[in-house]
């Protein structure tokens, strides 16, 4: 828990509503170069969704509980800000378990060069789709090194964008045909298309040719993080990220008040004042800047303006703590590298297809599809010792197709369906029942808890339960956005939460810019 603070005094040069990881950086950022910063934050700790939490009770385990892994964030920030946080590269990128003619196998992606093309000629018969692999994926490292520094950066015109990429199939790959044409075009192996594919449909309800290209903006920001696309391990757990950032910010002057809720931003475009409310009454902070580290919605509702379209999650996500990792039916595959990595589970290209159309036509997946990873096979740290020694690891999970339309009738009873089938697609790849590995808590229950998009709507506020805010945004400039994705319809509000333009993920980047843009507003 934080320690709440009080604001005083009632004018600062630039209040931030919301303590979550991009309002922190934000704080941290505008406090170092000598403005007053206060941050306002609802719950009774900062952090937002980016937070190391221990969920079992009696058992000392700290996981990440919602957001889990590092792909966005950028090393200026880091560097930036003299953060004391480091990630871990995981040597294996993925493992997808799959019957192929009776016998269980899977695919291996990572552990070097070789392994992953005999691995990929083990399933498939021939070397045709590694190959196709290796151009795919060359043609995403290309597009990466010329996007991700853009981040940081003034938003480039679509034209100035292309200019840079330079590579027109690429362009038209990503940016202007559905990605389940260009996956189609590229790999004829159902597993292949589907492992590809998933980067496309975290926390994205959508269809592989879906015209809007939702898909295609998802895709291409879980394909560009760091310049190369690599997906890392938060040393410590994710709140190691969020305390650097509190602890820089705080270091740097910023007043963190926790346990403080914005209610009412007004504004003239030149001052502003928050209202807020905490357990002392309501109280008035004063600004020439409010950074809203919140949804559009939660924006809209504080400077009273119209109300964006709802958003909408589309994921189920599950906590676990297991006594030893299970083992697998593929005799090849040894747990400790399968679930080191991303591990697939009923993610082929048709199993996805056949997930969403259910799910749209408003059924639960009867076998849906999502992916798992083990923080403690890269991080121990995150267990007390006498659980490292033992052996236990956690497991994370994350389910596609889960859209929060489907939780509105009886969400307890649809998740609780949703974990049973989900954990059942499991076990049909491990040689022993994943019930036999689950460590229990102090009270005899098994270590497993379950969110779902309402479950995360309810806790954090996120519209819909959505982990972006809302769709993604291409990482350019389109009518209305402003110069750094930030800007709204009133010129010393800024929107600095994941509903940014070139937001969502873990990534700083909205607070980042939303910074630099008071900094050029306030230096002119």
């Known amino acids: ?100 003619d009776g016998r269980p196998t899977g695919l291996l992606v990572g552990g070097g060069e070789r392994r ?58 990503l940016f202007e045909e559905p990605i389940g044409g260009t996956i189609e075009e590229h790999f004829a192996d159902d597993l292949v298309r589907g492992v590809v594919l998933t980067d496309a449909l975290i926390g994205t309800f959508a269809d592989a040719h879906d015209p809007s290209l939702t898909q295609n903006r998802c895709f291409l920001y879980h394909v560009i993080g760091g310049g190369t696309g690599a997906w890392d391990v938060p040393v410590g757990g994710m709140g190691a990220l969020t305390d650097a950032l509190a602890g820089a910010a705080r270091a740097a002057g910023a007043v963190l008040a926790t346990g403080h809720e914005a209610v009412r931003i007004e504004t003239d475009g030149r001052a502003a004042e928050v209202t807020y ?153 491990l040689a022993e029942p994943l019930a036999d590995c689950l460590a229990t808590d102090a009270e005899g229950r098994p270590c497993v808890e379950a969110r779902s998009p309402l479950d995360l709507e309810r806790d954090l506020r996120l519209p819909g339960g959505n982990i972006f805010h809302r769709a993604l945004s291409w990482p350019h400039a389109q009518e209305g956005t402003g110069r750094w994705g930030v800007e709204t319809g009133r010129a010393n509000v800024l929107l600095c939460g994941a509903g940014a333009v070139r937001g969502g993920g873990v990534s700083g980047i909205p607070g980042h810019n939303a910074a630099m843009a008071v900094l050029e507003q306030t230096e002119r």
Not at 129 to 154: C, K, N, S
Not at 358 to 384: F, M, V, W
């Open 277 to 429: 409310r905490s357990a002392d009454g309501e109280g008035v902070a004063a600004a020439r800047h409010v950074l809203v580290n919140a949804s559009p919605q939660e924006l809209a509702a504080l400077t009273g303006a119209p109300p964006p379209p709802p958003a909408e999650g589309a994921q189920l996500k599950v906590n676990m703590l297991l006594t030893r990792l299970p083992a697998l039916r593929d005799p090849a595959a040894d747990p400790r590298e399968a679930f080191a990595g991303t591990f697939h589970i009923a993610e082929g290209y048709e199993q996805l297809a056949t997930a969403y159309a259910r799910a749209a036509a408003g059924e639960p997946p009867a076998a849906p599809p999502c992916e798992i990873y083990c923080h403690s096979l890269a991080d121990p740290t995150i267990l007390g010792p006498d659980l490292a020694h033992r052996g236990t690891h956690t497991l994370t999970l994350f389910g596609l197709h889960t859209p929060a339309r489907l939780f509105a009738g009886d969400n307890d009873a649809v998740r609780e369906e949703l974990l049973r089938s989900t954990l059942a697609q499991l076990d049909a790849h």
């Open 116 to 173: 992953t093309r005999e691995s990929f000629a083990r399933l498939t018969g021939s070397q045709r789709e590694y190959a196709a692999w290796q151009r795919f994926y060359g043609m995403t490292g290309h597009v990466a090194r010329r996007v991700f520094p853009t981040l940081t950066e003034p938003l480039p015109t679509r034209e100035e964008l292309r200019r840079r990429i330079d590579d027109e199939a690429a362009w038209r790959a």
């Open 1 to 100: 828990m934080t320690p709440p603070t009080a604001p005083a005094p009632r004018r600062y040069d630039a209040v931030v509503v919301g303590g979550g990881h991009n309002g922190l950086v934000a704080a941290a950022y505008l406090a170092r170069a000598g403005r007053s910063v206060l941050v306002l934050e609802r719950l009774d700790h900062t952090g937002g969704a980016a937070v190391s939490t221990r969920p079992f009770t009696g058992v000392d385990a700290r996981l990440s509980r919602y957001s889990y892994l590092v792909s966005l964030l950028p090393k200026k920030i880091v560097r930036d800000l003299d953060l004391d946080f480091r990630v871990r590269g995981r040597t294996v990128s993925s493992y997808t378990p799959v019957e192929r």
